[in-house]
């Protein structure tokens, strides 16, 4: 039998199945939405829109659920990424001045 996992979740690393990527879909895990830029495999910080796709519609929120036809789940293995943790903890900070 074959992993059904698809992906990780942006935020704790959960595995994730396909249905699990749903518009309004959440981590089993921590709850975070799973259809949003950070999720995606497109997401590149830095980049116009933080977006290897040019003609991607600008998001915002690249935390929050968003209606992007071109997303594709980030293929990851264990738990969040480096760039993603240090994402977290520099929210983490900023949510203490808040």
């Not at 998001?59 to 990851?76: G, I, S, W, Y």
């Amino acid at each position: 039998m074959t992993d059904p996992s698809l992906g990780n979740c942006w935020h704790c690393g959960s595995p994730l199945t396909r249905l699990d990527y749903a518009r309004e879909g959440r981590c089993p895990n921590c709850e975070r939405a799973t259809h949003c830029c950070r999720n995606c495999r497109h997401h590149a910080p830095g980049r116009a829109n933080d977006c290897i796709e040019p003609i991607a519609e600008a998001v915002t929120d690249k935390v929050r659920a968003n209606f992007c036809e071109l997303f594709e789940p980030r293929h990851q293995t264990g738990g969040a990424a480096p760039a993603d943790q240090a994402e977290a903890l520099r929210q983490a900070a900023e949510a203490l001045f808040h």
